[in-house]
T-cell receptor, first 112, second 115 residues
Framework: GENVEQHPSTLSVQEGDSAVIKCTYSDSASNYFPWYKQELGKRPQLIIDIRSNVGEKKDQRIAVTLNKTAKHFSLHITETQPEDSAVYFCAASRDSSYKLIFGSGTRLLVRP | DAGVIQSPRHEVTEMGQEVTLRCKPISGHDYLFWYRQTMMRGLELLIYFNNNVPIDDSGMPEDRFSAKMPNASFSTLKIQPSEPRDSAVYFC?????????????FGPGTRLLVL
């Protein structure tokens, strides 16, 4: 069945360093890949997304890369700040269903 | 727009009681999703609707769970009877299919505790 694997489950970095979170998906028909950030006690919120016709997308300090052949996509956060500390979820879906399959989440801690 | 609205925000009930969670999607959105979040199982999709019609309920854990969407602006998720293992945060999300937009907007969630 459809599955999204996410690694690592926890990540601790020093403020100013970069953080990378990786996901792999099983459904080769997936063509939409969003990333959500969830702060403690809050709702998940979209921070960036990418479609299968694009290999990379950037928005200020965050970027996402996609390798369709390997069925692999990654979130990159540069110049991390304490407010980046949160749980990050990757997800995948296909146009025909609009159903998001979420990864298990990565707890990012940015140490001041 | 106020965003996705959920009520109640917190619910504490006793095992065996009926629980009803409510959701108002963003006006104009044609997809509505119900998720459950726990530490052990992460974010699980329970059911989703398109234009008020249930499309996929394969994530509904068992017959104790039911969901309805009587109109475009309201949906309910009901648990009857509730059990302690149903304790979780339940999120409702909505999206609009037009213009290639699959972005799902989440509500604040309902934190359910079944004693």
């Amino acid at each position: 069945g459809e599955n999204v694997e996410q690694h690592p489950s926890t990540l601790s970095v020093q403020e100013g360093d970069s953080a990378v979170i990786k996901c792999t998906y099983s459904d080769s028909a997936s063509n939409y890949f969003p990333w959500y950030k969830q702060e403690l006690g809050k709702r998940p919120q979209l921070i960036i997304d990418i479609r299968s016709n694009v290999g990379e997308k950037k928005d200020q300090r965050i970027a996402v890369t996609l390798n369709k052949t390997a069925k692999h996509f990654s979130l990159h956060i540069t110049e991390t700040q304490p407010e980046d500390s949160a749980v990050y979820f990757c997800a995948a879906s296909r146009d025909s269903s609009y159903k998001l399959i979420f990864g298990s989440g990565t707890r990012l801690l940015v140490r001041p | 727009d106020a965003g996705v609205i959920q009520s109640p925000r917190h619910e504490v009930t006793e095992m065996g009681q009926e629980v009803t969670l409510r959701c108002k999607p963003i006006s104009g959105h044609d997809y509505l999703f119900w998720y459950r979040q726990t530490m052990m199982r992460g974010l699980e999709l329970l059911i989703y609707f398109n234009n008020n019609v249930p499309i996929d309920d394969s994530g509904m854990p068992e017959d104790r769970f039911s969901a309805k969407m009587p109109n475009a602006s309201f949906s309910t998720l009901k648990i009857q009877p509730s059990e302690p293992r149903d304790s979780a945060v339940y999120f409702c999300a909505s999206s609009f299919r037009g213009g290639g937009g699959e972005t799902q907007y989440f509500g604040p969630g309902t934190r359910l505790l079944v004693l």
